[in-house]
């Protein structure tokens, strides 16, 4: 009986001292709160541009050594390499600095180019979208996309190649993003062959030259 009240009293003494040091989470007080840990809180640190005299030049952010250079892989774009820094528009699809898109793809299109759209198209799009861009892939047979876009509506013909390709890279409603799966150029590289299959679909026989027309003939 005796040992069973220790225990008891024990146990009392425990919690009431856990209560005292912790008190009531969550309650509002005057008095600043107890720090069981206050290095978690409080560190030692340099935040970025803050005054700091232990460096030359007076500030906690320093340049990059001379001489060096950006982690990732130069992307060839029309105009040259350019590396795809955060806000390089052939990282984003926008005029840098602007909410505009660009217009045009910045890769140089050509039939290489065309044909890796194609591979990958068929992959990451076709699903969805259908072979053809119709919006009628296997995933809205079997019922679990209702409504997927015609990627040859005409809103969509006219959209800049760079809001083609900000909705490949962040996606859009049940459309996922495909950012995270394909690298910057293949994305880019879609963007290309979804032109080539929406020019498909509006050519004309005016586009044909004389001698294709008479050949049609
Ligand atoms: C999981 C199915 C799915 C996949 C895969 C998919 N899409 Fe989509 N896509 C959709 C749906 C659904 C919409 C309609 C989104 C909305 O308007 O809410 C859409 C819309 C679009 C639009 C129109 C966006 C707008 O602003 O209206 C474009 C362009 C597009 N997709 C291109 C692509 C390309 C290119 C790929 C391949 C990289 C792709 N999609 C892969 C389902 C998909």
């Known amino acids: 009986m005796r040992v069973i009240i ?19 989470q969550g309650r ?10 206050p290095d978690m ?33 130069p992307i060839q774009t029309a105009g040259g390499p350019v590396y795809p820094f955060e806000n390089a528009p052939v990282n984003t699809g926008y005029v840098t600095g602007t909410t ?17 759209g194609r591979d990958r198209f068929d992959i990451y799009c076709s699903p969805c ?3 053809t861009g119709d919006g009628n892939g296997i995933t ?10 015609n990627l040859h ?5 006219e959209m800049p190649d760079g809001e083609i390709f900000n909705t490949v890279t962040h996606g859009k409603g049940l459309m996922g993003a495909a950012g995270p799966l394909m690298p910057t150029p293949d994305r880019w590289a879609v963007v290309a062959y979804l032109r080539a299959l929406q ?19």
């Open 129 to 131: 979208h259908g072979k």
């Open 153 to 157: 509506d005409k809103r969509i013909v």
């Open 199 to 217: 020019l498909s679909w509006l050519g004309t026989t005016n586009d044909l030259t004389a001698e294709q027309a008479a050949a049609l003939k």
């Open 28 to 37: 509002m007080s005057r008095k600043p709160p107890f720090e069981l840990f």
């Open 6 to 24: 220790s225990i008891l009293l024990i146990g009392a003494a425990i919690g009431a001292a856990t209560f005292g040091m912790l008190g009531l």
């Open 41 to 73: 809180d409080r560190q030692a640190k340099l935040r970025p541009q803050e005054p700091f005299s232990f460096l030359a030049n007076g500030v906690s952010s320093q340049l990059p050594p001379a001489g060096t250079i950006a982690r990732s892989e």
């Open 100 to 116: 505009n898109f660009v217009g045009l793809n910045p890769l140089t299109v050509n039939a290489a180019l065309l044909e890796r």
């Open 140 to 149: 809205k047979k079997i019922g679990v996309m209702a409504a997927v876009a």
